[in-house]
């Protein structure tokens, strides 16, 4: 989020140097600097012990390729937590360990994705409302139903060279 007014009083902004930061949109009325803002969300590779991966079709994001499991951090949760959540949410799934992988800025979106692998115990997957279909698939394969260059896709493939 790029900022015109204060989001607190709602005076137009200036422009005003701030240290090595440079031009920095700021209020003279508050007396404060509003730096742009972003949304952090999370990007997860839940795994199993099989060595599958849960991948999710979403008719909102693609209705021919997969993705992982991904949502929005809450106020007051930790990127960890996130990940518990969303897991649970999304597939119904329990994670029993966590690996925190990579940030993925996703600059379309204005989002910071924190990217994780969430290992799991496998069992059947149990669909939110969000989540038009989803299925185990081999590591292995996993690849070529996601879309080539995605932050998914740069998630996964991080994970099975990994493996490797």
């Not at 999370?42 to 795994?47: L, S």
């Not at 007051?76 to 996130?82: M, N």
């Not at 029993?96 to 994705?113: A, D, T, V």
Request: hydrophobic share 35%.
């Amino acid at each position: 989020m790029h900022f015109t007014y204060c989001p607190h009083c709602g005076t137009k902004l200036t422009g005003k140097e701030i240290g090595d930061e440079g031009i920095i949109p700021y209020c003279e009325n508050c007396k404060i600097p509003l730096w742009d803002m972003f949304t952090t969300s999370i990007i997860t590779a839940v795994v199993n012990e099989c060595g599958e991966i849960a991948l999710l079709k979403q008719n909102y994001v693609s209705t021919t390729k997969y993705v992982c499991v991904a949502g929005i951090m809450k106020i007051g949760e930790s990127a960890e937590d996130t990940v518990v959540r969303e897991v649970k949410e999304e597939i119904g799934q329990d994670v029993k360990s966590l690996q925190f992988i990579k940030s993925y800025p996703y600059e379309k979106r204005g989002m910071l994705m924190l990217g994780y692998k969430a290992n799991v115990s496998k069992q059947s997957l149990k669909l939110s409302g969000e989540v038009d279909s989803a299925q185990w698939v081999k590591l292995g394969e996993a690849l070529s139903l996601l879309r080539e260059g995605s932050i998914g896709w740069q998630l996964v493939k991080t994970i099975s060279e990994e493996k490797k």
